[in-house]
């Protein structure tokens, strides 16, 4: 399979912290210094100059993250259960997680989108996924990680995978993900979150003793289960607790799950949105091998993540360059270098101090192919040693 390559505009100087563009949107950046009032203190600087590269469209490895995959904590607090090795046999025709150490599902036809999801059939990622590619053949992955990589190895076309939530807030391992791997962001979805209570058939909530879920969906449940007095018990995911509560007949076992996944695993909705606050909104990101043509015909988000220099009012003055040109950001997000997680600064004779180190991630309204998006990126180069384009993606607005 060949692969293409890829015409990009980067910084002829100091290639290393500068940030890449489509040939379509090839960056010129105006002085504003005499058109922008009070810009003096935003140290406005001439631009560098900006020459065509050719990026070969295999991954790299980023010079500012490369963490290794988290492991789980021993002697956690929590209840944790593991999968039953007694199924349905219904359920051995579900098809079976990727894993990220060795991912064996083959390739299809073509001629559906095959899109990789973290969990198993039923959960909430996977409709997120059916919402943004109704006839789409969904592959489960057992890890986010493993979805990350049937992408790259070609397994899959996209992948689908939860950034953050209304109430839970953002997925921090996702954040991290999105810089370790070469991935781009080139669509988002939000899905309405209707979490139900699931029970064998013939069972009343009553009679349940305890309730298996994630443990986010338990917390987001956190009223009714206190009503009904059960013993929570933390699972891998919402679909994977349906499927243990079936595989395993046991009549005093419920779980805290999706109405899809009742139907798939045969399970009845003892009770319908039972979590606490009903405006519950997770937001997905659609991730693909190549970026996508940014316009201008639809409203769209653009997604970086950046590192800033030390110094008094860096933040202040990186943020500026968006609301000088009306630029209306949606995220803000911190997340440690987990590899440098101190910066030791020199200011003195005295001594050496210590600062910790972040990146900053960033979602704005605004397309690349507007000038203005373009003029802020350049902008901010001026103060950042690390920035890198995520994505520029058009925007859901659907519910």
């Known amino acids: 399979m060949a692969l293409k390559t890829v015409p990009i505009w980067a910084c002829g100087t100091n290639q290393q912290h500068c940030c890449t563009y489509p040939k379509s949107l090839k960056l010129g950046f105006p002085d504003y210094g005499s058109r922008l009032s009070g810009s003096n203190f935003l140290n406005f600087r001439p631009f560098r100059k900006w020459e065509c590269l050719v990026l070969l469209s295999e991954r790299a490895i980023t010079p500012v993250e490369d963490e290794e995959p988290l492991t789980s904590p021993a002697g956690a607090e929590d209840t944790q259960i593991t999968h039953s090795k007694r199924f349905h046999r219904d359920l051995q025709s579900l098809p079976k997680p990727l894993s990220a150490t060795g991912p064996s599902f083959g390739q299809g036809d073509g001629s559906k989108v095959r899109v990789a999801y973290q969990g198993i059939p039923g959960a909430?990622?996977?409709?997120?996924a059916l919402k943004a590619y109704p006839k789409c053949e969904t592959v489960p992955c057992d890890q986010f990680e493993a979805a990350f990589k049937a992408v790259e190895l070609w397994l899959v076309d996209k992948a689908v995978l939860p950034i953050e939530n209304s109430v839970g807030g953002s997925i921090h391992r996702n954040y991290d993900l999105?810089?370790?791997?070469?991935?781009?962001?080139?669509?988002?979805?939000?899905?309405?979150?209707?979490?139900?209570?699931?029970?064998?058939?013939?069972?009343r909530k009553e009679e349940l003793k305890r309730v298996v879920s994630h443990p986010q969906a338990l917390e987001q449940c956190n009223i009714t289960l206190n009503k009904l007095g059960v013993t929570r018990v933390n699972g891998d995911d919402t679909a994977s607790a349906?499927?243990?509560?079936?595989?395993?007949?046991?009549?005093?076992t419920g779980a805290v799950a999706s109405a899809r996944a009742a139907e798939i695993y045969g399970l009845s909705i003892l009770a319908e949105r039972i979590q606490d606050d009903q405006d519950n909104?997770?937001?997905?990101?659609?991730l693909a091998r190549e970026p996508i043509i940014p316009g201008t015909d639809r409203p769209y988000k653009t997604s970086i993540v950046f590192t800033l220099e030390e110094g008094p009012g860096v933040l202040f003055k990186a943020l500026a360059v968006f609301a000088l040109r009306e630029i209306n950001l949606t995220k803000i997000e911190s997340r440690p270098q987990k590899k440098r997680p101190l910066r030791v600064v020199d200011d003195s004779n005295k001594g050496s101090a210590k600062y910790f180190d972040y990146l900053f991630y960033i979602d704005f309204e605004a397309s690349m192919a507007e000038p203005r998006a373009q003029y802020a990126l350049g902008h901010l180069q001026e103060f950042a040693r690390f920035i890198r384009v995520l994505g520029c993606y058009p925007m859901d607005t659907a519910l």
């Open 281 to 286: 909104i997770t937001r997905f990101l659609i």
């Open 242 to 252: 349906a499927q243990i509560v079936a595989s395993e007949g046991t009549r005093d």
């Open 178 to 203: 999105l810089l370790r791997h070469r991935l781009h962001i080139v669509g988002e979805v939000q899905l309405v979150v209707n979490h139900c209570l699931l029970g064998l058939p013939g069972v």
């Open 124 to 128: 909430y990622s996977e409709a997120a």
